[in-house]
Structure formats: structure tokens, C-alpha cells
């Protein structure tokens, strides 16, 4: 999305200040696999942990929503509310204001008022990661979720459903049945234990309700669509090759040509008309990300016409954001969705007589605007149309001639990073994913838009917190201050960078910025003219980009960077690199932290799921130390955050699947508990000021929680006082003299700190202290 200031029309008239700048071309989405969003699974994921989290998780922190719930004055939502990316979306078959739908990375919410209000149903499930969200026909209460998004191919962890309406959930399909990512579920109408299942693995189906699970087609599937009067009747469309139709229930399949396009076929989109299944449409992505042609058949496949006169809706980038669905009572009105009219061909388009024709109805006549880059249609009982777009969702009750927003209470953002206000705890900054950049202003849900478009890294000088630097995607870096704003960005466009490239303050002097493409560059005086030095050579990339850039407090010429190739650099200096990755795992680096006393001291993390993924250097990275412990295998170290006060400082870090802490120097992790979702986290920052860690998800906006305080003897749940909680948990780890191992439902951490006289039991001594200490 292109980049425009929520008060850069106000600073036209009022301050001079020129327009926005547009940037040089359209970077488009996240590149597809892209590491920040790839997310992961819970390892050991059971439906009970829903409701009851496992022994020793979340003992230390408790974590409440800073929102935005909604994003405000949104610029490309018609400065309306904007929420996050939703992909699929699930209209209740007889109750038009029942809706359901999946965010890309935030999970399955429902609303039962039509949208006003909308309630998260899934924020503990394994993944967070959806691709469709899908009912039974036969019955409304009955909801399927696929996990992992077909498009980006987010990380996904099998196919969902919920026999209750959303209350509680259970997996009926593994990643080796179902796949990593899903394009689409669908019930059979005639029978509900037939249930086909598109993406990644292929066309894969059940006919036991779930128990077992047959691939039927091999290679990504795209699509899929069921004759809803005769089920027998299956369609898939398979990427990069074509449609193909069954006939006996998708036992066996042929493919369907008859004026179809044999050649630049990347991805295929399908739609049935429910009023005439004999109809179908379908948009065919070539492999320049655009429309290679929108087709209609009106004999079931035998045979297609191209609609020649239909917008290139998908271009630049149709294997991101490329729907289509048939109005359900006319077979002729068909609704496409794509990108934005304004710097693309086209956003939602319209036709009423079969594609001969089209409207773009993105921006309603009578009123309201849709966010840009379109993934979901969906009709309601009563006919509303839903659209899942970008921006959250929309509806429309006069066919798309007026749009109403429906995101005021939607909290599904996608941050790629966070920044927290030097003095004030109220304000924070974040990066999110086609959303812009935004700012919450006051201790309030909701958060105004500073920058649109796409935003990525970003901070406050803390000098003059009113001036704040932000960035675009490829490091393309904004002032903006009491002045307006003002384009700083380097000559960097040859350069490879990342699609969210680094840019940090040196926290010695907020008029100096580093930023990363495959070299480090250095201004001094951003606060003015922003000219911008290499410091480095491409080395220090490794033949990659930089993913990571730290700097030393008081210390302003000593800097780390780690890049997606896996190495770490250091110099005194700001001249001279030395490779300090000897000692360090393959992968790539997700964040390097410094300790503000000593830059010698630092701690790196990692991507990687399993290994050392977090490592600590006492010597500029001479030699590192595996801090990794019992971390899980599967679990990344994507973010990392230090608390340096307490000795061993604590340990924070930022999963796929939400955050990780250690107090004992990394031997111990401890998993968030039932107040943060299994979210991708994209940052963590701590504000030692205010005694919190605060994390930027992607796809659940953002969170706080309160520090640790001081350890208490006997606080086995970390809320400062020794009670009645903690005594059943001491209970459970009472193992008498002599046994150093804990019983079973006693987790390691918690018989370690039920040991409290340190023998390396759990007995009558310990229970002795105890006594003395329990407060209640």
C-alpha cells in the first residue's frame, strides 16, 4: 500500500508542507514464506489448554490488551476504521447478523449483532494462522477452520472445528493429513461427515466426519467448489495447472480445457452460482500477478468462455488478493475483488450480466470506502454482502452501492514492530502490516493512523518525543514532528533490503539513526538534513540483508547487526567488522539486544525452531554461550527482549505462538498463559521507567504486562504474595527426602521453586519455610 499521512492534507493548507511523496513503485504484500509472518504451532497443543493452561505456564506475567481495537482516520479505509487482514469469511445460514470470520494471523471471531460487536473464539488454539473458516450447511453451529494462509504460506497446524458455535474447538486434521496452509473447506450439503479440504497438500477429503483423511489430488490446490444440488459434482482448481472436475465425489477427477489457457497459469480462483450450479466462473493469475483471464462456463466445465471486458482486478498482485463469488439468487451478478482503483485497475468489481460488464464499486456511490487488497466475498441469508479485506471486513445491504464499516471493535493488527514512548506510558508506536504506522495517543483502545500504507520500524527521539522517525517498506524513512513531515530516507534503492528493514536510534543521541539493506548506513543528523553514510561494506550481510542492527549505550561506535544468512558482525569503531558467527548456529537472526552497561555483554536470537536459538557473548562475540535450555523444539526466538536489572537478567522472547520468559539465565522458559493469545509476536520492547514489557503481535495488536517484581520465597505463581495457589502447587511437587525429580503434573520449573531450602528435594524442610512465609 502506498504511504500517506492522516494529517498530511491538513498540512498542505495549514503549514505549507508538501503532499506525501508516493514511492518510486508499489512494493506489494509481504514476499510469500516471508520470516517475519511464517508463525508456528503450540508443540503439545491439547483442546483442554483452551480453558486451562499447562502447569508452570504463565506464572510471572499477566497481560492485558493496549488495542487498537479500532485503528482510527485510516486513510485508505476512507479515514474510517481499519482492524488488521481477515481472509475468509462465514455468514450464519439463516441468521443474518451471525457472522464468522478468519484474520490471516489474529483467528476466528464472531459477531451475533451484525458486526458491531465482534469476540475473538480461538485466541488459544495452537495457530493463530487461518486460511478459510467455512459452516455446515446442514448445521450452523457447526464450524471448520483451516489453518496456515494458502497465499502467503503463514504456518499453519491442521484443519479446526467447533461443534458449539465457537466455544470450544477440537483438530480433526494434522498438518501430514491436511497440509500447512488451506484455500478452502467445504461440507458436502447431503452429508456432513463428507468434508473436502483444499491448499498446500492438495485436494485432500474425509468422508467419516474427520477421522481419516485420503489425498486425492497431489500439488497446491488453489480452489475448490461443490455442486450444492448434486455434491458428486467436486471442482478443484490446481496452482500453476488448471481445473479439474469429479464427478463421483471426488473419487476420481478430469481435467476440464475446453477454452481454458494450458500455458502462464499460476493461481486459480473458482466460483459456483448456488442458483445454478451449471454456472461457474472462474479468474486465472498469470504469472505476472495479474488477470491471465476471468472464464464462465454454463455446462458445468465442458466448456469456457473468456469474459474479455473484465478489469485486470488482480494486478500487480493476484496471488495475494484475488476473490470471486456469484450473487445467490441471480447467476449473472458476480462480484470480483482485487486491489484499489486509484493505483491499481481495480478493487471490487461488479457484473450484472455475466461478465460482459463491470462496475468498480470499492468506493460506494451512497457512501463508505473499502480498505484496498481483497481476500474474501461472502453473502449473508438476507443477501448482505461481506467483503474481508486488508482493513477487516465490510458490508454492504444494497448490493455495493453504500459500504458500511465494521470495525470498530475488531482487534486482529499485524505488527511488525513496536516503539514505546520515552516518558509517557500511554504512548506507543507501531509498524503494521498494510495498515500504516499508528499511534496510541492515551490510555484508549482506539489508535489514530500517523503514516499509511505499510509500516515496519520506528521510534520516538527521546530527546523531543513529539518528533518520531517511521518507515515504508525497503527503508523508506519519515520524519514527522510538530512541523509535519519530511521523506529521509538514503541511496539505498539499489540495494537489496529487507521488505521491513531495520532503522534504529543510537541511544546515546537521538539525532542518529543506523538503518540496514545489506550494509550498515548512519546519519547523525536526522533531525535536519538526514545525510546518510555507509559504514560498512555488504560483508556484514553475508551474501544476505540485515534483519538486526543494535548499538551500544555510551558507546555509539560499537554495533552489532545480524543478517538473514545467520552472521553476526561487530565493530568498535563504526570502520572496522569483525565476523563474530564462529560460534553461532545456521539461520537467520531474528534480533540482537546489548546491555546498556557494558556492550560487550549481548544477547542474540534466532528463526531457528529447534537448537540454540538464543545465545549470550561477554566478549563482542568472541565466544557465545547457549542460553536456548528447555525452550521447545518448534519455537522460534523471532523477538528478544532483556530486563538487565534483575542477576541473571530476565530473559523475554517472542514466539510465533506468543511469548516465552526465563529468570534463571535461560535454563527455564515459561510460556504465556491464558491472557495472551498463541499469537506470531513481531516485537517486544521494555520500559524500564514503567516496569513493563510490551509486545507488538501480528495479528492480535498489541499487549502489556507488568515486570516481575523482587522474588519471593514461596510465590510459585509470581503475584507477590505466597497464598493458597501456591500451596496447591507446592502440594503437587512434594516429593519427600531424597527424590530429585518431580512427580508427574509438576513441572520442572515449579519443583525447582517449591525447593526452597535448595537440597534438590521437595520435603518437610521446604514445607517448614513454607509455613513461615504463606501469607494468603
Not at 457472522?99 to 451475533?112: D, E, L, N, R
Not at 495479474?290 to 462456463?297: I, K
Not at 521523506?487 to 531495520?502: K, V
Not at 510465590?715 to 531424597?738: E, I, S
Amino acid at each position: 500500500m502506498k504511504p500517506f499521512t492522516t494529517f498530511s492534507l491538513l498540512a498542505v493548507f495549514l503549514i505549507g508542507c508538501q503532499a506525501t511523496p508516493e514511492p518510486k513503485r508499489k512494493f506489494g504484500p509481504p514476499p510469500p514464506g516471508y520470516i517475519k509472518i511464517r508463525g508456528e504451532a503450540v508443540p503439545g497443543w491439547a483442546p483442554e489448554h483452551m480453558l486451562v493452561a499447562p502447569r508452570g505456564a504463565g506464572r510471572a506475567l499477566t497481560w492485558y490488551s493496549l488495542g487498537p481495537r479500532p485503528i482510527a482516520d485510516e486513510y485508505w479505509s476512507g479515514y474510517d476504521d481499519a482492524s488488521g487482514r481477515v481472509v475468509s469469511v462465514a455468514p450464519h445460514l439463516t441468521d443474518p447478523d451471525t457472522v464468522y470470520i478468519a484474520a490471516a494471523s489474529g483467528g476466528i471471531w464472531k459477531t451475533t449483532d451484525g458486526g458491531n460487536l465482534w469476540l475473538p473464539l480461538t485466541d488459544e488454539l495452537s495457530n493463530l494462522n487461518h486460511g478459510c473458516v467455512t459452516l455446515d450447511p446442514s448445521d450452523s453451529e457447526t464450524v471448520y477452520v483451516g489453518t496456515g494462509e494458502y497465499t502467503t504460506q503463514s504456518s499453519g497446524d491442521g484443519l479446526f472445528r467447533s461443534l458449539d458455535g465457537g466455544d470450544t474447538w477440537a483438530r480433526i486434521a494434522t498438518t501430514s493429513q491436511a497440509g500447512t496452509t488451506c484455500s478452502r473447506v467445504i461440507v458436502d450439503p447431503t452429508d456432513p461427515l463428507r468434508i473436502h479440504v483444499t491448499g498446500n497438500a492438495g485436494y485432500v477429503r474425509s468422508t467419516d466426519g474427520g477421522s481419516t483423511w485420503t489425498t486425492q489430488l497431489s500439488g497446491s490446490a488453489s480452489d475448490l467448489a461443490v455442486n450444492p444440488n448434486n455434491p458428486q459434482i467436486v471442482y478443484v482448481a490446481r496452482h500453476s495447472d488448471g481445473i479439474y472436475r469429479s464427478t463421483n465425489g471426488g473419487n476420481s477427477f478430469t481435467q476440464l480445457t475446453s477454452g481454458l489457457p494450458s500455458s502462464d497459469v499460476r493461481r486459480i480462483i473458482l466460483a459456483i452460482a448456488p442458483s445454478n450450479p451449471s454456472i461457474l466462473y472462474t479468474a486465472i493469475i498469470n504469472g505476472s500477478a495479474g488477470l491471465r483471464g476471468l472464464y464462465r462456463t454454463a455446462n458445468g466445465g465442458d466448456s469456457w468462455s473468456e469474459k474479455t471486458s473484465t478489469p485486470d482486478f488482480p494486478y500487480p498482485q493476484g496471488w495475494y488478493d484475488a476473490c470471486i463469488q456469484v450473487d445467490p439468487t441471480d447467476a449473472d451478478t458476480v462480484y470480483a475483488g482485487g486491489v484499489f482503483p486509484s493505483y491499481a485497475e481495480a478493487g471490487v468489481i461488479k457484473t450484472t450480466n455475466g461478465g460482459d460488464t463491470w462496475d468498480d464499486i470499492t468506493i460506494g456511490v451512497m457512501g463508505g470506502q473499502l480498505h484496498p487488497d481483497m481476500h474474501a466475498i461472502a453473502f449473508g441469508p438476507d443477501g448482505t454482502v461481506w467483503i474481508g479485506n486488508d482493513g477487516g471486513v465490510w458490508k454492504s445491504t444494497n448490493g455495493g452501492q453504500s459500504w458500511i464499516n465494521t470495525n470498530a471493535t475488531l482487534n486482529v493488527t499485524q505488527n511488525y514492530a513496536i516503539a514505546l514512548h520515552p516518558t509517557d506510558a500511554a504512548q506507543v508506536m507501531t509498524g503494521t502490516q498494510d495498515n500504516g504506522t499508528i499511534g496510541r495517543e492515551a490510555d484508549v483502545m482506539e489508535w489514530p493512523q500517523i503514516l499509511s500504507g505499510d509500516g515496519g520500524f520506528l521510534a520516538y527521539d527521546f530527546d523531543a518525543p513529539t518528533r518520531k522517525y517511521v518507515t515504508y517498506v525497503r527503508l523508506s524513512i519519515y520524519r514527522i514532528d510538530d512541523y509535519g513531515w519530511a521523506y529521509i530516507s538514503g541511496p539505498w534503492d539499489s540495494e537489496p533490503r529487507n521488505f521491513i528493514a531495520p532503522l534504529v536510534m543510537d541511544p546515546s543521541d537521538a539525532r542518529t539513526l543506523l538503518g540496514g539493506t545489506n550494509r550498515v548506513w548512519r546519519t547523525h543528523n536526522a533531525d535536519t538534513d538526514a545525510d546518510w553514510t555507509a559504514i560498512s561494506t555488504s560483508t556484514v550481510a553475508g551474501g544476505g540483508t540485515l534483519n538486526a542492527i543494535a548499538v551500544g549505550e555510551g558507546a555509539s561506535d560499537t554495533i552489532y547487526t545480524g543478517s538473514s544468512t545467520g552472521k553476526v558482525y561487530v565493530t568498535t569503531n563504526a570502520s572496522t567488522w569483525y565476523d563474530r558467527s564462529s560460534d553461532l548456529p545456521s539461520g537467520q537472526v531474528a534480533d540482537i539486544v546489548l546491555d546498556p552497561d557494558d556492550p560487550g555483554t549481548a544477547y542474540v536470537s534466532f528463526h531457528n525452531t529447534s537448537g540454540p536459538r538464543v545465545l549470550r557473548t561477554d566478549d563482542y562475540g568472541l565466544n557465545w554461550d547457549d542460553m536456548t535450555g528447555d525452550l521447545p523444539s518448534g519455537i522460534s526466538a523471532r523477538a528478544l527482549a532483556v530486563d538487565w536489572r534483575p542477576d541473571p537478567p530476565g530473559l523475554y522472547s517472542g514466539s510465533g505462538v506468543g511469548v516465552y520468559s526465563s529468570s534463571d539465565g535461560g535454563n527455564t522458559w515459561i510460556k504465556d498463559g491464558l491472557d495472551l493469545p498463541n499469537v506470531n509476536v513481531g516485537d517486544l520492547a521494555i520500559d524500564p521507567l514503567q516496569d513493563t514489557i510490551n509486545v507488538g503481535t501480528y495479528g492480535r495488536g498489541s499487549w502489556r504486562a507488568a515486570l516481575p517484581g523482587p522474588d519471593v520465597p514461596g510465590d510459585l505463581d509470581g503475584d507477590g504474595d505466597v497464598d493458597l495457589n501456591d500451596f496447591a502447587t507446592f502440594a503437587m511437587c512434594y516429593v519427600g527426602t531424597g527424590v530429585t525429580t518431580p512427580p508427574p503434573g509438576c513441572a520442572q520449573s515449579e519443583f525447582a521453586d517449591s525447593d526452597l531450602d535448595d537440597d534438590g528435594d521437595v520435603d518437610l524442610g521446604d514445607f517448614a519455610t513454607f509455613a513461615l512465609v504463606y501469607t494468603g
